[in-house]
């Protein structure tokens, strides 16, 4: 199977969840966007008509088969690729983790832009540092306590045991993101979760995310993303 992965062509956001995947388990993919006119083959794919169109990228071409939503298209390539449990119940608490990723991912760009995204950063800036700080105070603590716990209750190597799975890629991005954005308040954070650094370590050492992540394929964090870097926000 040649997967082809639809999101935008200049950011790493809620498609990087997917790419890192994609890149783990060594599938074949195009990232259609970043190719020829990609952006408008993608755009004519969330046209509503007939079908199951996706309301929004990132989706993922499987055969005749459009997979929407990062957390969906994980729970199908991770079963097929032996990046998930292969019992149900396991299958489905993994989902269960990756959307509690999501919400983190989205508290994440919402310190940046807290009133809504269609206004820019520069109209919101008190909101968004009193978005962040309240975020750093409550909400680190609380997300990424909860997958520290989960660490050292399954052996402290991957998330729900001795086997990666998606949700550890993703726990990388997590963790990169943060270093990326807010460099400060996440290396004085650190100490608070030392699993979760090696964890981060482990991945950033598999040989096929240590490719990727040496490769053009990797677009480099910017401010146009989930994850981005305003010195204000930063404590």
């Not at 396991?90 to 919400?103: F, M, N, P, V």
């Not at 598999?206 to 930063?234: C, H, T, V, W």
């Amino acid at each position: 199977m040649h997967y082809q992965l639809y999101y935008w062509p200049t950011i790493q956001g809620r498609g990087e969840y997917v790419r890192l995947t994609l890149e783990e388990a060594g599938c074949g993919y195009t990232d259609v966007a970043r190719s020829g006119n990609g952006t408008g083959a993608m755009m004519k794919l969330m046209a509503v008509g007939k079908g199951t169109p996706p309301f929004a990228p990132p989706f993922l071409k499987a055969g005749k088969r459009v997979i929407g939503q990062t957390a969906n298209i994980l729970l199908y390539l991770g079963s097929r690729h032996g990046l998930a449990p292969k019992a149900e119940a396991g299958k489905l608490w993994l989902h269960q983790l990756q959307l509690t990723i999501s919400d983190l991912v989205q508290e994440v760009h919402d310190t940046h832009h807290p009133l809504g995204s269609s206004l820019y950063y520069e109209e919101q800036k008190a909101a968004a540092k009193k978005r962040s700080d309240e975020f750093w105070k409550e909400r680190v603590p609380k997300y990424l306590g909860y997958f520290e716990e989960l660490l050292a209750a399954n052996g402290g190597i991957y998330v729900t045991g001795r086997r990666l799975t998606y949700v550890d890629l993703s726990l990388f991005q997590i963790v990169e993101g943060l270093r990326y954005a807010f460099p400060k308040r996440m290396k004085a954070f650190e100490s608070e979760i030392p699993g979760l650094v090696g964890l981060h370590d482990r991945v950033a050492a598999r040989p096929n995310i240590k490719a990727y992540l040496a490769s053009d394929r990797r677009i480099a964090f910017n401010e146009d993303g989930i994850f981005r870097r305003y010195k204000a926000l930063d404590g």
